[in-house]
Each structure stands twice: as C-alpha cells, then as structure tokens.
C-alpha cells in the first residue's frame, strides 16, 4: 500500500519560500512506472495541478504554468521524497497542498494527507 | 475558472440516482481520459473512477463513470448518506501539459 507523509511548515511569510517534503512508502521515487505531483487547493483557485517529477531512464520535471517562474520540485532517492520549493510567495498561495502519485494507469491515485499553509506576515 | 466545467451542486433522496456532468476540450478530452475524486470534509480526495469508467480495488459499484466526447459523467446510484461530499473530474491536458480539474461539484443528500 502506497503513503505519502507530508511535512513542513504551516506557516511562511509574504516573499519568503515555501518548503514541503513528501516521503513515500509502498514505492519508489525512482520508479519506472509512476510520476510524483504537487497540486494545491484554495476557495479562489480551486485544485490546482503544480508540478511533477518522474524517472524514465533519466530525471523529468515539469511545472504548471500559473507557478513555472516560482517553483522548484526536486526528487531525493537516498530518502525516498521529492520537495516543493515556491519562491517569493504572496497571500495568494495560501492554500492546502498536496502531494500526489500518478500511477502505472496514469492517473493520480494516492495523495497525502495535506498541509496547510497561511502565507501570513 | 477551472478548465473543466462541473454544475456546482448536486442534490437527492436516498436511494435515488444522482448524475453529475464534466465538460472538456480537445487538448484534454480529446485522447485523454477521465478519472474522478470523492473528497470528504477535512481529507483529501480519494479516486473514485480512473480510465473514464475504472472503479479502484474498495469502490462500491454504486459508483460508475462514462465518457463521449469532450464530455464525462458520474453516476451515484442507490445514494446513500455517506456520499454527502464534494466529487472533481480531472484529466491531463496535452496542451498546458499538465493536470487539469473541474470545480467541484457539492452532492447533498436530501
């Protein structure tokens, strides 16, 4: 059974960075057969699809548009996690983030539990 | 605005049969498919339907999903008080190359 663990702080700053971690078990980051996401969800925004990462042979990443400039997704195979970083973040990034697996059916199928995070001065 | 659209809310009696549409577009309905999410207060959302129409191993068949076009929907047959929740389409969309959502629909049992 796959589970991811979120963890980081709830709390950030307007023009600070934004960190979670996503520690997976059950699999591999560096599976051959899956893709990691972070997708966040707000009242305003809705679910919203961020970025992913993802082992084919070599390391891909991916961002979504509304955060390409402002974020960085990285995997890390010696603990079995991959990170979010979102830069220069503002009152409009409070939301409950999400990690999320897409499986060998390419759809997303196991999410953490969420962290919600209040970018507040 | 969400890139797939969902009506807001839905509503029905238990026992009843209750539908809930999704619409699309091309860069997404068009060769990809569809999954669909039930999220209960405080959690986060759960699969519910993969592949258009798949239900994930523990889903209870009261739920099926379907998929012409550039739009889907979701059937609840047989509701029941536990379905009261939020239920979101997804699917990948080749042209932002990315996951796209629609906003959620609210289901209510009367």
């Known amino acids: 059974q796959v589970q991811l663990q979120q963890s980081g702080p709830g709390l950030v700053k307007p023009s600070q960075t934004l960190s979670l971690t996503c520690a997976i078990s059950?699999?591999?980051?560096?599976?051959?057969?899956?893709?990691w996401n972070w997708i966040r969800q707000s009242p305003s925004r809705g679910l919203e699809w961020l970025g992913r990462?993802?082992?084919?042979?070599?390391?891909?990443?991916g961002y979504g548009v509304s955060v390409k400039s402002r974020i960085t997704i990285n995997p890390d195979t010696s603990k079995n996690q991959f990170s979010l970083q979102l830069n220069s973040v503002t009152p409009e990034d409070t939301a409950v983030y999400y990690c999320?697996?897409?499986?060998?059916?390419?759809?997303?199928?196991?999410w953490g539990q969420g962290t919600l995070v209040t970018v507040s001065s | 605005q969400s890139v797939l659209t969902q009506p807001p809310s839905a509503s029905g009696t238990p026992g009843q049969r209750v539908t809930i549409s999704c619409s699309g577009s091309s860069p997404n309905f068009g060769r990809n498919a569809v999954s669909w999410f039930q999220q209960l207060p405080g959690t986060a959302p759960k699969l519910l339907i993969y592949r258009n129409s798949h239900r994930p191993s523990g889903v209870p068949d009261r739920f099926s999903g379907s998929k012409s076009g550039t739009s889907a929907s979701l059937a609840i047959s047989g509701l029941q008080s536990e379905d009261e929740a939020d239920f979101y389409c997804a699917a990948w969309d080749d042209s932002l190359n990315g996951w796209v959502f629609g906003g959620g629909t609210r289901v209510t049992v009367l």
């Open positions: 999320a697996r897409t499986g060998e059916t390419g759809d997303v199928d196991y």
């Open positions: 990462t993802y082992y084919r042979s070599k390391w891909y990443i």
């Open positions: 059950g699999d591999s980051v560096s599976s051959n057969s899956a893709a």
